[in-house]
């Protein structure tokens, strides 16, 4: 609603039922600024669209999303090509937005990811290596940029006491984040997205307090909360892609080079922080250093935790 520059009563809504009536009032208004940024074309000649069914309404985060179905009458001959330019930077509301793209056209199926620097698809000319490098580099990205499962590993590296027990904790970490990763992006699982940001965020807590306090001691109670925590850490990895159908095997692909991706980028923060954690625990600085991190992560997390408690309007 906010991108198509409707009133403001329009994108403030806040009930489903005022989202969806107003969803209905603006239809042409919606159905324009999507048709005018997404287009599938055949050779050089587009297609044109209908939207099928109302629009419905799909919340994600703190933001309400329309829904829309369309079908595309296309003219006989060439291939197939998909372009996207939905929220362009330029509408200020958002940046560096990314369309994932599933598609099952003329007997080629296959996931992609557009960006504004590569908005176009040509389905049957992009190789599954360049299905797989893309969405490697989505993992990467996602979790650098995630700044909260950094500090939870973060919060990992600094409770370890040694590289077995950093090794044993990530691996942990990963195995379990890995299956509900997997679980939930193919559709097997589906927690909502109001449950998994806040306990992710109280995961971060949980892990840093006992850093402070010292009762982080292996093969007590840290790899079973580890793992745990985990769990739902990966049910977040999932909520970044945003998918809510089940998969396939094209889709599988995909998820595993997300997964590879955010697997390779957690080991390279591990071998460049580890290093420098045992080197600080070599002065007399460290355990000031240790504890001025963790109360910094401490006060993040419990604003996050704070701000993704879904409140009654």
Not at 162 to 176: C, I, L
Not at 180 to 192: E, I, K, S, W, Y
Not at 231 to 244: N, T, V, W, Y
Not at 270 to 287: C, M, S
Request: some cysteine; aromatic content about 8%; glycine content about 8%.
């Amino acid at each position: 609603m906010k991108s198509a520059w409707l009133y403001a009563e329009a994108y403030e809504a806040k009930e489903r039922a005022e989202q969806l009536r107003q969803l209905a009032a603006n239809r042409d208004a919606v159905f324009g600024y999507v048709t005018r940024r997404f287009s599938v074309a055949r050779g050089d000649r587009p297609c044109v669209p209908r939207q099928v069914g109302e629009a419905d309404v799909h919340p994600r985060g703190k933001a309400a999303f329309a829904t829309l179905t369309l079908a595309y009458a296309c003219p006989d001959g060439g291939g197939p090509t998909i372009s996207s330019a939905l929220f362009p930077d330029a509408e200020s509301f958002v940046h560096s937005t990314q369309t994932l793209l599933r598609y099952d056209l003329d007997g080629d199926a296959g996931s992609a990811v557009l960006t504004a620097g590569s908005p176009t698809l040509r389905v049957g000319e992009r190789a599954a290596t360049g299905q797989i490098g893309e969405f490697f580099l989505l993992g990467v990205e996602h979790l650098v940029l995630g700044l909260d499962h950094v500090f939870f590993l973060l919060t990992l590296i600094i409770g370890a006491r040694g590289v077995r027990d950093v090794v044993v904790t990530a691996s942990a970490f990963t195995v379990a984040h890995s299956i509900t990763f997997l679980l939930a992006a193919m559709g097997v699982v589906n927690v909502p997205g109001a449950v998994v940001e806040p306990v992710i965020a109280a995961s971060i807590v949980v892990v840093a307090l006992a850093n402070l306090l010292g009762r982080d001691r292996p093969g007590a109670w840290r790899l079973p909360v580890v793992f745990a925590f985990g769990l739902m850490h990966g049910l977040g990895f999932a909520g970044a892609l945003d998918i809510r159908e089940s998969g396939s095997w094209e889709l599988l692909l995909s998820l595993l080079s997300f997964n590879v991706g955010i697997e390779v980028t957690q080991l390279a923060i591990i071998a460049v922080l580890f290093p420098l954690l045992v080197l600080l625990r070599r002065t007399a600085a460290a355990r000031w250093t240790s504890a001025a991190v963790s109360l910094s992560i401490v006060a993040v997390s419990l604003y996050w935790f704070l701000d993704r408690i879904p409140l009654p309007l």
